[in-house]
């Protein structure tokens, strides 16, 4: 279970690993593959509650809640007060809207490289290519566990899917002039 101050990523133990620019990489890529209902839930929440709390406020004044919850008496006191509490619910409460989205959004992603019969991980498993051009299509895995063979076009994956995240990590070396002595 993650804190509120840490990163969500840092709730999935396959990331643990993990270096926080290939963590952010890869939250970027499940962000780009939002559905339109998970993009705008955050500020839908945020909006509702802008809304509603306001109206809440306004409804329990005008029924009198003086008597039982002791407020400031000064009209424009209880206007700013007011106002700064919606708006301060209304971004925390779309911020933990935003965070559980993502939540669900990288859990289902982590979820895609598994099997779907038995629910086994299927990280690090070597594919089997069938042909000489590497074509999802032809590039296929098999589930340890209950020997169920997936084609990677059916689940959506690439061979780089299935490559553990602590050896995705590029060389230090890559992009530089090597020199023959």
């Keep these: ?8 990523y840092r709730a999935f133990p396959p990331l643990d690993g993990v270096s926080d620019d290939e963590c952010m990489t890869y ?13 705008v839930t955050p500020l839908v929440v945020g909006a509702l509650l802008l809304i509603a709390i306001p109206a809440g406020w306004l409804t329990l004044e005008y029924f009198g809640w003086e008597k039982y919850w002791p407020l400031i008496t000064s009209f424009e006191a209880r206007l ?8 301060a619910f209304a971004a925390i409460c779309g911020l933990l809207v935003r965070d559980l989205v993502l939540y669900f959004a990288l859990r289902g992603e982590l979820n895609r490289a598994s099997c779907r019969k038995c629910g086994h ?9 069938i042909g000489l051009e590497p ?17 990677m076009l059916d689940l ?7 490559t553990p995240f602590e050896h995705r990590i590029a060389a230090p ?3 530089k002039i090597k020199r023959h002595n």
């Design 156 to 162: 959506g994956l690439s061979a780089r899917d299935l």
């Design 1 to 8: 279970m993650r804190l509120i101050t840490t990163k969500v």
């Design 173 to 175: 070396d890559i992009g």
């Design 135 to 151: 074509d999802p299509a032809n590039t296929f895995v098999r589930c340890p566990e209950c020997g169920k063979k997936y084609c």
């Design 27 to 39: 939250v970027r890529r499940v962000c780009a593959n939002y559905t339109s209902l998970q993009a």
């Design 121 to 129: 991980c299927l990280l690090g498993l070597p594919t089997t290519l």
């Design 80 to 87: 700013v007060l007011m106002v700064l509490f919606s708006v």
